[in-house]
C-alpha cells in the first residue's frame, strides 16, 4: 500500500504567477483534503474533495481552486499568487469524508 | 467560526517526565478530535476520538475527550526524546476541519 504522494517538494514563483501542486492519495482513498501551513501555525482547511466533487471549503478566496480526478489523485491550483501564499500546502486523503486523514510530505512553496 | 486552542504553546521536559497537552474547541456541527504529531512535514495520526469519558490509548500516548466541556487532552508518560515535536490537536465539523496552532514539545536528555 503506497502512501500520500506530493509534487514537486519546493517551488519558488513570484508574485502574480499561477502554480499548480499535486497529490496522489493513498490507496483506496476517495477523499482529498488540502492544506496551507504557515511557518509556526497549524494547517488552515483549503478544501475537500469527495469522489472528483468539493465537499467543503475554508476561508480561502476563489483564486484558489482544486480538482479531483477518477483516480482520486487531485490538483490544488492558486492563481494571482501574492507573497502571504508562501507556506508549506498539505494534502490529506481518506477512506472517505469523515475518515482518519493521512498527510503527504507537503510542498514548500516559496513566493517572491 | 469554528475555534481550536491549544496550550501549552510549548513545553521544555527532561527524558522520563510524564505531560499533559490540552486542546479546547468551539465547532458547529462537531463529528471528531484528532491529535497528530508533526516532526519534518507531514503530520502523523496518533487518535481520532468522538465519544466523551472514553480513553484511547497508544503505548506511552493516551488521549481523552470532554463533549461536555469542550476538550481534550494528550498524554505523554516517560517522555523519550523521539517525543520531540508539534502536537496539533483538530476537530472535524460538518465539511471542515479546524486545527489549532499546536504544541511544541521538546524532550532533552
Known amino acids: 500500500e503506497t502512501g500520500v504522494t506530493q509534487s514537486p517538494t519546493h517551488l519558488i514563483k513570484t508574485r502574480g504567477q499561477q502554480v499548480t501542486l499535486r497529490c496522489s492519495s493513498q490507496?483506496?482513498?476517495?477523499?482529498v483534503s488540502w492544506y496551507q501551513q504557515a511557518l509556526g501555525q497549524g494547517p488552515q482547511f483549503i478544501f475537500q474533495?469527495?469522489?472528483?466533487?468539493?465537499?467543503g471549503r475554508g476561508n480561502f478566496p476563489p483564486r484558489f481552486s482544486g480538482l479531483q480526478f477518477p483516480n482520486y489523485s487531485s490538483e490544488l491550483n492558486v492563481n494571482a499568487l501574492e507573497l502571504d501564499d508562501s507556506a508549506l500546502y498539505l494534502c490529506?486523503?481518506?477512506?472517505?469524508?469523515?475518515?482518519?486523514?493521512?498527510f503527504g510530505p507537503g510542498t514548500r512553496l516559496l513566493v517572491l | 467560526e469554528d475555534k481550536v486552542v491549544q496550550s501549552p504553546l510549548s513545553l521544555v521536559v527532561h527524558e522520563g517526565d510524564t505531560v499533559t497537552l490540552n486542546c479546547s474547541y468551539e465547532v458547529t456541527n462537531f463529528r471528531s478530535l484528532l491529535w497528530y504529531k508533526q516532526e519534518k512535514k507531514a503530520p502523523t495520526f496518533l487518535f481520532m476520538l468522538t465519544s466523551s469519558g472514553i480513553e484511547k490509548k497508544s503505548g506511552r500516548l493516551s488521549s481523552i475527550l470532554d463533549k461536555k466541556e469542550l476538550f481534550s487532552i494528550l498524554n505523554i508518560t516517560a517522555t523519550q526524546t523521539g517525543d520531540s515535536a508539534v502536537y496539533l490537536c483538530?476537530?472535524?465539523?460538518?465539511?471542515?476541519?479546524?486545527f489549532g496552532t499546536g504544541t511544541k514539545l521538546q524532550v532533552i536528555p
Open positions: 483538530a476537530v472535524r465539523g460538518y465539511q471542515k476541519v479546524t
Open positions: 474533495y469527495y469522489r472528483e466533487e468539493e465537499n
Open positions: 490529506a486523503s481518506s477512506l472517505g469524508p469523515q475518515e482518519t486523514q493521512y
Open positions: 490507496s483506496g482513498h476517495n477523499t
